[in-house]
């Protein structure tokens, strides 16, 4: 039988990327879907009506969530396992049709997606090699941003990315990815050592606060580094550092010993930025505040989900995670 479940105001009812088993119907309050829009590249923000199922998709499919799912008001809702909600819907017509409505505009969002990616694939291999060590520089995987721009130098030293390459080079080697805490500290995550000023010249002014605060944070000024970021946020003229900044706020709040408080703002960060480049290490610092406040079972949940969507290899975060979750379980 279906089974009733109550979320506060604020919580989330599944994030991006955990398994889907159950589906979802909003029998009172209001639930907020965020997901990627295929045709613009943005987040959609979708409300669930009352009355209204959510989460069939995947769990009909059998694939992990693609949007989050949280309550915006205090919130009731029915849980059906796929088997439960396939029997209604064969016994329902009305149900049976807005079901297939939803699908079909899914199926013209994924028709999209693809046409564009093929679009992309026609990108020259100097074009692409330069991107890649754009995207994993402006993701914070500097060890891979420096491999990609040696390579990119080494095939292209006349190319016509070749000065802005060797700039951003110089900002990779002065910057050192997060969580590479060894394994006698991997219970208390370090913050970034103090980028210089090569980084901040390679990146432009625009950004140099952003690197102040964490040169704050390397000297263990968390509340200095807080106030900081804040400021980035409040002014907002650069998409990309306000959201980088939205993640070390969260981070001063932990090493504040915040706990709640840090838990409390990465919910409302993954909210906003369902798809943060740093969702991986987020959902770790939220396993850490778990933990920190004494709630065991919480904590691992926030493991497990952050070592389902850290990448191989990321500045030793899989290994940290696993540690942590290990402790937990031992």
């Known amino acids: 039988m279906p089974r009733e479940m109550q979320f506060s105001a604020g919580s989330v009812i599944y994030f991006k990327g955990d398994e889907a088993s159950t589906i979802f119907l909003l029998k009172r309050g209001r639930v907020n879907l965020v997901y990627q829009n295929f045709e613009s590249g943005e987040d959609q923000h979708d409300a669930v009506a009352v009355g209204e199922f959510f989460g069939v998709r995947s769990a009909l499919g059998k694939y992990r969530r693609e949007e989050n799912a949280a309550a915006m008001l205090d919130s009731v809702v029915m849980i059906f396992s796929t088997a439960e909600f396939e029997q209604l819907a064969m016994s329902n017509s009305r149900i049976m049709m807005r079901m297939l409505k939803v699908f079909s505009n899914e199926l013209r969002r994924v028709h999209k997606k693809v046409a564009d990616l093929t679009e992309s694939a026609a990108e020259s291999p100097e074009d692409g090699l330069f991107h890649t060590g754009e995207y994993y520089l402006k993701n914070r995987r500097f060890s891979l941003a420096r491999h990609i721009f040696g390579r990119y130098l ?171 979750l290990a402790a937990l379980e031992g």
């Open 154 to 324: 080494t095939y292209y030293p006349s190319g016509k990315h070749a000065s802005l390459a060797e700039r951003y080079l110089t900002a990779a080697e002065s910057l050192n990815p997060n969580l590479n805490a060894g394994p006698a500290e991997a219970a208390t995550p370090r913050p970034p050592a103090p980028p210089g000023p090569p980084a901040q010249e390679a990146l432009g002014d625009a950004v140099k606060s952003y690197y102040d605060a964490l040169s704050l944070m390397s000297r263990k000024m968390y509340q200095q580094a807080y106030t900081a970021l804040k400021t980035i946020i409040n002014e907002g003229t650069d998409e990309q550092y306000t959201t980088k900044s939205y993640f070390d706020m969260g981070r001063c709040l932990f090493f504040l010993q915040r706990y709640d408080d840090c838990i409390s703002f990465f919910t409302q960060m993954l909210i906003k930025y369902p798809r943060h480049p740093s969702l991986a290490e987020t959902l770790y610092y939220l396993g850490q505040s778990h933990g920190k406040a004494g709630r065991p079972e919480q904590a691992a949940g926030f493991y497990r989900k952050a070592l389902a969507l850290a990448p191989d290899g990321e500045g030793g975060l899989r290994g940290t995670i696993r540690q942590a």
